[in-house]
């Protein structure tokens, strides 16, 4: 259907469209014709993805100066539905504008739609495809592609006086080099599956040969990272044009994403493999002095010239409005580096000792420790008795060496990287509020193990996400859990011109959300440390679980807040029999950490529940499971929460960043832990309905939901469905109204109640003629 919303005519690649859908292309709207940035909150299983494509290729193509959408996704998973949908989206845009335009069509630009992910994803070398992880598949391909190796073997070849293929290089990388600038993808929508074949056909290494796409595509989907992690931005994405639009889809955890990246964990074990590394470095660098000194004088050359500093660092252009702020400086972008590190013999000295500084004064002693960095500056400088200038250039500097050097094996020098990651953060940022020093002698939640560990915490999240602020003219931070929509935004460092959170239409209430504060006994249930081992609480628990499990036909999903509270809870479960009442109702499977034991057991869930068997899945909040994975149709039938999923507060980088929020964002603690804790609990409920045809019963199972400050930040769509009478129940009328419900879902929908769901594309241009009538007026 055709959609026209203010004088642009989106192609909808469906016969009806849900009023959110409009709603959101409409706010889109304002956000792009602005040239601003926008947070849009729209429910789960709502078309939130076929929507955005619809209305941003139909915009691109009747407005070339947008240069490209940059859609980020979470998962590979994720990143092939968008392509696949994306596919269904541009044939039927492109056929509607041929019929609407047939002139215009015939000098109609093709799109090129890709994705990318990592080399071990897009790689067709028998060897490298078959590697466990990312890291060795990287040395792998780098072994066979870097310029050194594949100079060395050409020279080998035509000194041997033989061209023949040679099995120590990768036959996929030179046929994509030999192409040199035309190896060009042809227009289409190409999924991941579609790269690789293309790859095989031409004998093109998809993985370069989606890179080298990049700047010709008109969508690119790929990971957050590659926009927010500056190690792998200043590859893969400087050189996207402004007038992209960037959308993060899933947004909803997008801040401890932007922590992560430019946090830097050093433990005991790091330390002591960085000295094994700075010793092969030294004999490597003793090595090449002997055999080729003229490659450490021509690098020692290129940094008298000037380098600047990219990779660990959020990198801005210059002439960027943000130069101005205090946090990154105009100097760091611009200045060489120093003179005291660019030879190769002083550069790895002062990496020995910045290593021995850490190992002896910083991973000692049995008492948690938080300190500023400044404070950790001041005494690094008296220690080292030197400049400290160069700490900001020692990521990059090591990475020129490894090159310089000729190290294929970069994956083993990962330990010196971190250090020299940590080193860079600390020389950037130790004169700001946006980082912490934390040292902890054992892991936090198992304190009789000896594990120390120095963490460098981000503590702001805005210092990831900034520069993508500045460079792209529209960014779109989608979800179906932000809310407090003004929260996030401030968490973000950001003002958005549009902040909208949308209900959901339903012809009949797809969800039945229910607050149980008690069991039958009356006695308040809670997962507070407190409550934990409290008999009746634990017992109260398990029977609710179990009676539901007894209602709910099919699937049932229970969360709980963490592995070692579940662990707790299923063995007190066990010792009251509980277990094998729920045994006797369904099957139960079990999320474990590991990844390939949670998949098998997932898998197993799912052909109970299509045995009609069903089965019960425990899991937990922040998990796997809770993240990405879809319980639609009868795979989820249900919901249970049991708990509420705050975080750790005993961890000291929690409090260290609950502390920068209170005095510099003045975002009370309390607000963000609850914040924090309710989108995780409205990412468990999101995982019962997929769509409006699905249905399914969604239970919190804690005294403290009845609590306004608790309710109030959960999604649009979910509190709008929960009216008083459901928020304070005990087990007994929990069951009572689940059984009314899975009853009345149970009946054919009355005639005429889609018309409230689903509207017509003359319903729409209805709509649409009334609302921007009223704007106009």
Request: charged letters at 25%; a neutral charge.
């Amino acid at each position: 259907m055709r959609i026209y919303i203010d004088g642009l005519c989106v192609y909808f690649p469906y016969p009806r469209v849900y009023p959110e859908q409009y709603e959101y292309m409409c706010e889109l709207k304002k956000t792009i014709d602005a040239g601003g940035h926008c947070i849009l909150e729209m429910p789960t299983g709502t078309g939130k993805t076929v929507t955005l494509l619809s209305f941003i290729t139909s915009y691109h193509l009747q407005r070339p100066e947008m240069a490209k959408l940059v859609y980020c996704t979470r998962t590979v998973g994720e990143m092939q539905k968008v392509l696949e949908e994306l596919q269904i989206v541009s044939k039927y845009r492109d056929e509607c504008f041929a019929e609407d335009n047939p002139e215009a069509a015939k000098s109609m630009p093709k799109m090129l739609a890709l994705g990318l992910t990592t080399r071990r994803n897009l790689c067709l070398h028998p060897v490298v495809s078959a590697k466990e992880s990312r890291d060795e598949a990287d040395a792998a391909c780098r072994s066979l592609t870097a310029s050194w190796v594949r100079s060395s073997v050409m020279e080998a070849q035509t000194e041997g006086g033989s061209m023949a293929r040679n099995e120590s290089l990768c036959e996929y990388f030179e046929g994509h080099q030999a192409e040199g600038v035309n190896s060009m993808m042809p227009p289409g929508v190409y999924t991941l599956d579609d790269l690789m074949e293309f790859g095989r056909q031409k004998k093109w290494c998809p993985y370069y040969t989606a890179r080298h796409c990049l700047s010709f595509a008109n969508v690119i989907v790929y990971n957050y990272q590659y926009l927010l992690d500056p190690k792998i931005a200043g590859l893969i994405s400087k050189n996207l044009a402004r007038e992209s639009i960037v959308v993060f889809d899933e947004a909803h955890n997008i801040d401890n994403i932007c922590i992560d990246a430019l946090s830097v964990n050093i433990r005991e074990v790091t330390l002591r493999k960085s000295l094994g590394n700075i010793a092969r470095l030294r004999e490597t660098v003793g090595n090449v002095r002997n055999t080729n000194r003229a490659r450490l004088r021509q690098e020692y050359e290129r940094l008298v010239r000037g380098m600047s500093t990219s990779g660990i660092v959020p990198q801005l252009n210059v002439g960027d409005s943000m130069l101005a702020s205090p946090n990154i400086r105009e100097d760091i972008i611009e200045e060489t580096v120093p003179g005291n590190i660019r030879k190769a013999e002083h550069f790895i000295q002062f990496l020995r000792r910045l290593v021995q500084y850490l190992r002896i004064k910083k991973m000692t002693g049995r008492e948690s420790k938080q300190e500023q960095p400044s404070s950790f500056l001041y005494e690094l400088r008296q220690e080292l008795q030197e400049d400290i200038r160069p700490l900001r250039f020692c990521s990059d500097r090591l990475k020129s060496l490894l090159q310089t050097l000729e190290i294929s094996e970069v994956s083993e020098f990962t330990p010196l990287q971190l250090i020299a990651d940590f080193a860079t953060l600390l020389g950037t940022y130790g004169h700001t509020k946006s980082f912490g020093i934390v040292f902890e002698p054992v892991d936090e939640r198992l304190p009789n193990i000896p594990d120390p560990v120095l963490q460098l915490a981000c503590l702001d999240a805005s210092l990831a996400m900034r520069p993508v602020f500045q460079k792209f003219q529209s960014v779109v931070l989608t979800s179906g859990t932000i809310s407090p929509l003004p929260l996030y935004a401030k968490i973000l460092g950001f003002q958005p011109i549009v902040m909208k959170s949308l209900t959901m239409s339903m012809q009949r209430q797809a969800i039945c959300p229910l607050i149980v504060s008690r069991g039958p006994d009356q006695v308040a249930i809670s997962s507070k440390y407190d409550c934990r081992s409290d008999i009746a609480v634990v017992r109260n628990f398990g029977n609710l679980c179990v009676e539901l499990a007894s209602t709910i036909p099919d699937g049932m999903v229970t969360f709980f807040t963490s592995y070692v509270y579940m662990e707790q809870m299923i063995s007190m479960w066990h010792e009251m029999g509980i277990i094998n009442r729920l045994f006797a109702k369904k099957l139960v499977f079990i999320e474990t950490p590991d990844t390939v034991e949670s998949a098998l057991a997932l898998d197993r869930y799912r052909k109970a529940c299509d045995a009609g068997r069903g089965a019960v899945f425990l899991c937990v909040a922040r998990g796997k499971v809770a993240e990405g994975i879809d319980f639609d149709r009868h795979y989820g039938r249900a919901v249970l929460v049991i708990g509420v999923p705050f975080q750790f507060t005993e961890s000291r980088v929690l409090r260290a960043r609950l502390e920068y929020m209170r005095s510099m964002l003045n975002i009370h603690e309390g607000d963000y832990l609850s914040f924090d804790a309710m989108r995780q609990t409205a990412q468990c409920a999101g995982r019962v309905i997929r769509n409006k045809n699905d249905y399914g019963v969604v239970v919190f199972a804690d005294k403290r939901y009845v609590r306004a400050d608790k309710r109030n930040k959960l999604p649009k769509w979910i509190s709008d469905l929960m009216p008083a009478s459901q928020v304070d129940l005990d087990t007994q009328a929990a069951l009572s109204v689940t059984k009314l419900y899975l009853r009345t879902m149970a009946q054919p929908p009355i005639e005429g109640e889609m018309k409230v769901a689903l509207l017509s594309e003359d319903q729409v241009a209805s709509l649409s003629a009334s609302r921007f009538a009223n704007v106009a007026n």
